[in-house]
């Protein structure tokens, strides 16, 4: 008797999300156990150097920085990967993160240093929940759900704006900013 049997599919293992998370782990452990002294890879505003809009993505200035920002990572990052891929996160980090560095060189005072994966991971926010617009049912739950999130933490950052509590909310509405743009570029020529 010969049986067809169907193949057992194997979970997706998530790669790109793992590996940020696995590069700011290394880069923090470098940075504060260690103490490599890493600070030319922070976003000096009055001095930037090229590689600083990408290096100050994955450079935390303490514990609770890290574990927030790869605690989002995570979420969206794994809903970006799921439903785009590898290459989709992978961009989606870096054109965020990028597009949040520049914002912080261009609008904020050029005394101080921008570090921290913020500004992409907020990005990661608007571009988690464009790439579920769709009618169908459980597509317009996970909008409702993760855009009432978003949106909120957008509204707070955007009232926080002027506090002086070493956050910068410039980077995180950056990021965030140019998530929405990428994916109305991205529909607008017929990705999606």
Known sequence: MIMHVEPIETAYKYNAVFFLILINLTVF??????HFDL?????????PQWYQLVTALFCHSGWEHLSGNL?????????????EGELALYSSYLICGLGASIASVIFLETDLHSLGASGAVFGLFTVAVLIKLSWEWRNLLEILILGQFVLLKMLNEA???????????IAHLGGAIVGVVMMLLLFW???R
């Open 29 to 34: 452990f470098l940075d504060h156990f260690l």
């Open 39 to 47: 600070t030319f890879l922070y976003l000096n505003h009055g001095n």
């Open 71 to 83: 605690f989002f990572l995570y979420i969206f990052g794994k809903l970006i990967e799921e439903e």
């Open 159 to 169: 009232q926080l704006l002027e506090q002086a509590d070493n956050v910068n909310r």
């Open 189 to 191: 020529f017929g990705r």
